[in-house]
């Protein structure tokens, strides 16, 4: 089945830094969701995007499905952007079952 | 918003006895999942569910089944605890072309 990496693994920045976290997958895919795990453990998805870019205030996400990977771009950070960060791309064409990374935690210091 | 309610965010249970975890959703969709997450392991699929009474295993379906009788709601049943079942259990609903929405999880531990 498909495998999926993340980059880096834990990652410390200073508030008000840019950041691109990166996801490496090993098949072909038609989209990709990237999620935000907050410290409480609640899981938002930010972007579910099938190709190409998508923007949301200060993060964006590309993914270059011939070249099998994805970045995520954080603009800006801060505090509240701290959590682990999964990317998450589909276990086949034509399902809906979604395979996860390991995470990047990201701690981002006032 | 989409919701979708998981019943409990914490549970503490005895093993062997028969647990019942449960989410619903608010929003009409058609696919259901459960995962579990545990340190270094990260997230993996327990069931899916993609329409009433319909089912497929997941990675780990072993201690584990699942219910949906209705569209709203996918219980997750574990048939005799046992102290490796302890983890946060994590709900999930899609729409096809849509991403996932979580619930916040219910962080069971079996004693």
């Known amino acids: 089945g498909i495998q999926v990496e993340q980059s880096p693994p834990d990652l410390i920045l200073q508030e008000g830094a840019n950041s691109t976290l990166r996801c490496n997958f090993s098949?072909?895919?038609?989209?990709l969701q990237w999620f935000h795990q907050n410290p409480w453990g609640q899981l938002i998805n930010l972007f579910y995007?099938?190709?190409g870019t998508k923007q949301n205030g200060r993060l964006s996400a590309t993914t270059v499905a011939t070249e099998r990977y994805s970045l995520l771009y954080i603009s800006s950070s801060q505090t509240t952007d701290s959590g682990v960060y999964f990317c998450?791309?589909?276990?086949?064409?034509?399902?809906?079952?979604?395979?996860f990374g390991t995470g990047t935690r990201l701690k981002v210091l006032a | 918003d989409v919701k979708v309610t998981q019943s409990s965010r914490y549970l503490v249970k005895r093993t062997g006895e028969k647990v019942f975890l449960e989410c619903v959703q608010d929003m009409d969709h058609e696919n259901m999942f459960w995962y579990r997450q545990d340190p270094g392991l990260g997230l993996r699929l327990i069931y899916f569910?993609?329409?009433?009474?319909?089912?497929e295993k997941g990675d780990i379906p072993e201690g584990y089944s699942v219910s949906r009788e209705k569209k709203e709601r996918f219980s997750l049943i574990l048939e005799s605890a046992s102290t490796n079942q302890t983890s946060m259990y994590l709900c999930?609903?899609?729409?096809?072309?849509?991403?996932?929405?979580f619930g916040s999880g219910t962080r069971l531990t079996v004693v």
């Open positions: 998450a791309p589909p276990r086949g064409s034509g399902t809906y079952k979604y395979i």
């Open positions: 999930a609903s899609n729409s096809g072309g849509y991403g996932y929405t």
């Open positions: 995007i099938p190709s």
């Open positions: 569910s993609y329409d009433v009474k319909m089912k």
């Open positions: 098949d072909s895919v038609n989209n």
